[in-house]
Nanobody, 118 residues
Framework: QVQLAESGGGLVQAGGSLRLSCAAS????????MGWFRQALGKEREFVAR????????YYADSVKGRFTISRDNAKNTVYLQMNSLKPEDTAVYYC???????????WGQGTQVTVSS
């Protein structure tokens, strides 16, 4: 497992941008698949994006495709989520997660709030 800590959330107007960061501690990070998830108030947690251990493969939810970009820097033990053209429906707590395989996440951060005003 790794310890994960998200940052970069905040309040932004619709159409604006934010970049979330997820800093990891632990040697396993560079071999871990990483993902971003979000949970809006009163809704279930949903998948946003994922990236393979070496950054060579990425995948996005249809709702964010073309607007969000996931990336990672293994030298810095950090994964990022660049969010552009934000919409009010992107408002949620955003979580990063990591694990040995996609869908097998054993480490989760505490989340960072993103609020998009209309």
């Amino acid at each position: 497992q790794v310890q994960l800590a998200e940052s970069g959330g905040g309040l932004v107007q619709a159409g604006g941008s934010l970049r979330l960061s997820c800093a990891a501690s632990g040697r396993a990070f560079s071999s871990y698949a990483m993902g971003w998830f979000r949970q809006a108030l009163g809704k279930e947690r949903e998948f946003v994006a994922r990236i393979s251990w070496n950054g060579g493969s990425t995948y996005y939810a249809d709702s964010v495709k073309g607007r969000f970009t996931i990336s990672r820097d293994n030298a810095k033990n950090t994964v990022y989520l660049q969010m552009n053209s934000l919409k009010p429906e992107d408002t949620a707590v955003y979580y990063c997660a990591g694990g040995p395989h996609f869908g097998l996440y054993d480490s989760w951060g505490q989340g960072t709030q993103v609020t998009v005003s209309s």
